[in-house]
């Protein structure tokens, strides 16, 4: 066997989502803090990060997380997450994955009935609460980033759809928010084409048009993500798709999402602190959310939103790449 990469891996998924958990074989990565190591990153290894998402190693919904050493002291790990669609600057279900794997690989120390692992992310630092029982992670509930609305109740001109309502916040990435009778789609997988093509053709009018800026967060400058709203959800239980950049769904709830979607009914006064929110994605599996406290981000009222999920360990790994693959970055199809 000839290898000029080994990249060991454990490999789980959140609520139906992967995240391939990288847990050694990439080094460390320069930068001063997670996010100039993410900036970094896209800058000078988006090759590493292509080669384990996309085929053959990943596919086109693939998603991951690179382990490193934290950039600051109040942190036990720090992380970089990866996927299909490039580096994002926080990841819910990746996080619920990296806290689970943390654990279950014992590479944190376990302590039960929670364990706490304080994850140095690019927006931030994220806490993660695992419930573990007999050393087995049975749900995590991470402490995500300010969250806050950037924009609510605006309407977009859209090829093939006209004027599309929407509001937009941010919950770690931004997120449009469309409720789906508003594209005349229906919440049904068998439509999944459309829905995708309808999201997409959203975020290219929003990123044309007006790209949300976050205040804090450097390079975090557009929208790569369209909840459509499914009909029926209310402010306490809720139902979506979540279409992705370049053109894939997100299977888990979306930790993210559900927090910039928590932020958004906190803004129009339907959400109050400590009330449960459960998220249901696309394939009917579930987050439970809350926002536990106020806050403000770059002069801008916000929330902090908690994220309560499971995942499962799915494999371990050694990536390799032979000197003479042809596609020694993956290739998408
Ligand atoms: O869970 O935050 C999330 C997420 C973002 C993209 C896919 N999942």
Redesign the pocket.
């Known amino acids: 066997m000839r290898t000029s990469r080994i990249i060991s891996a454990v490999d789980s998924h959140?609520e139906g989502?992967p995240t391939r958990v990288v847990t050694g074989g990439l080094g460390v990565f320069p930068g001063a803090t997670m996010n100039d190591k993410r900036l970094g990153f896209i800058a000078e290894h988006d090759d590493l990060r292509r080669l384990l998402m996309t085929e053959p190693r990943g596919h086109n919904a693939m998603?991951g997380a690179i382990l490193q050493p934290p950039t600051r002291p109040d942190a036990d790990w720090g992380v970089i997450y990866i996927?299909v669609s490039g580096c994002?600057p926080?990841?819910?279900?990746?996080t619920i994955g990296v806290a689970t794997v943390l654990v279950e690989t014992g590479m944190v120390e376990v302590v039960e009935p929670v364990t706490t692992i304080r994850l140095d992310t690019p927006a931030g630092l994220v806490t993660a609460r695992v419930a573990v029982t007999d050393g087995h992670a049975d749900s995590v509930t991470i402490e995500n980033v300010p969250s806050y609305t950037d924009r609510l109740d605006r309407t977009i001109e859209v090829p093939g759809l006209g004027e599309v309502p929407y509001s937009l916040a941010f919950g770690?990435?931004f997120y449009a928010m469309v409720d789906l009778d508003s594209v005349g789609l229906p919440f049904d997988r068998s439509r999944k084409d459309d829905i995708l093509r309808a999201g997409l053709a959203i975020m290219d009018r929003i990123n044309a048009e007006a790209p949300p800026v976050h205040p804090t967060i450097d390079g975090v400058n557009h929208c790569h993500?369209v909840e459509f709203i499914a009909p029926g959800s209310t402010a306490q239980h809720s139902r979506h798709a979540?279409a992705?950049h370049p053109g894939w769904f997100?299977r888990?709830p979306?930790?993210?999402?559900t927090s910039a979607r928590m932020a958004e009914l906190w803004s129009r006064g339907q959400l109050p602190l400590n009330t449960d929110f459960v998220n249901e994605s696309f394939i009917g599996s579930r987050f439970v959310g809350r926002l536990v406290r106020e806050t403000e981000i770059g002069g801008r009222p916000a929330v902090i939103p908690t994220i309560t999920g499971r995942a499962w360990v799915t494999g371990i790994g050694q990536y390799l790449l032979d000197p003479t693959d042809p596609f020694p970055s993956g290739f998408e199809f």
Not at 90 to 94: A, L, P, S
Request: hydrophobic residues 25%; charged residues 10%.
């Open positions: 959140t989502m998603s996927e994002l926080m990841c819910g279900h990746g770690g990435n993500h979540m992705i997100d888990s979306c930790g993210t999402g």
